[in-house]
């Protein structure tokens, strides 16, 4: 019995809080409505700024946008205004004072950016990085902007098929939210095979409906619909058991009287 107990247990831990937060970079956005946008003077070696453009709507609405337990909501931006040093300039977290010092950074942004960069040290010098997510605006402990740079100094992410570079550009939304990665394999979290997901993971789904919670009502329910059709409702039911129980009082007090009488 122990035994059977345990492993219920195990498969249960391991099945949920696999996923990870993003907490080197903060907790969540503050607002449950983010943007996501291309930055307008981007450029790509292998991709037009029209076809990235195209990656986010998919990107957003075939994932994160699908989690009914979760309140946050993405919107596709388009293009943002011009961004200083976007194309090569550094990606620093606003507490990296040695990356910071390199100079030529690209300053902090609102909501979430997404643009191609050649800067290998984004990318730990590394061709096979297919892109890096790095919370760079923050109030307090919520994150304010979030960019995302494809590498550009290799031909990884270009030579992924459309469906791929969705995937890719929807599990750097997680970071940019504030997810970090899951253990879980089914997970678009998960750290590896990134460009091969069509949907989130239950994984996924919880993650983003802890950091996003759908806020609840006085009683408790989700959603309002139930909440003012309730009360009516009850009134009218607890009025007329009201009229029925005072009814069937009267009736009583009537015989008593009249057995008293007799
Ligand atoms: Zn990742």
Not at 36 to 62: H, W
Not at 145 to 160: E, M, P, Q, R, W
Not at 174 to 182: D, N, P, T, V
């Amino acid at each position: 019995m122990k035994a059977i107990i345990a492993l219920f247990i195990l498969t249960f831990a391991s099945q949920s809080f696999s996923f990870t937060l993003n907490n080197n970079f903060g907790a969540a956005f503050k607002n449950d409505n983010v943007k996501v946008s291309v930055a307008g003077n981007t450029t790509c070696t292998g991709i037009t700024p029209e076809e990235l453009k195209s990656l986010i709507k998919p990107s957003i609405s075939d994932f994160w946008n699908s989690v009914s337990t979760s309140a946050l909501r993405l919107k596709d931006g388009g293009f943002s205004a011009s961004i200083a040093n976007i194309q090569s300039g550094f990606l620093c977290p606003p507490t990296d004072s040695t990356c910071i010092a390199q100079g030529a950074t690209i300053p902090p942004v609102k909501d979430i950016i997404i643009a191609c960069n050649n800067q290998a040290a984004n990318f730990s010098n590394s061709s096979n990085v297919l892109a890096v997510t790095v919370p760079n605006n923050f109030s307090k402990d919520k994150i304010v902007g979030a960019v995302i740079l494809i590498n550009d100094t290799s031909n990884a992410f270009y030579s992924l098929n459309r469906n791929e570079q969705i995937s890719v550009i929807a599990h750097e939304i997680g970071h940019a939210i504030g997810l970090g990665h899951s253990e879980n394999q089914a997970a678009l979290m998960y750290y590896r095979t990134v460009d091969m997901r069509e949907k989130l993971g239950q994984d996924d789904v919880d993650g983003v409906s802890y950091l996003y919670p759908v806020k609840m009502d006085g009683c408790g329910l989700l959603g309002t619909i139930e909440e003012t059709k309730t009360p009516p409702f009850f009134t009218t039911l607890g009025a007329l058991v009201l009229m029925i129980l005072l009814s069937e009082l009267g009736r009583l007090f009537k015989r008593a009287k009249a057995r008293a009488s007799l």
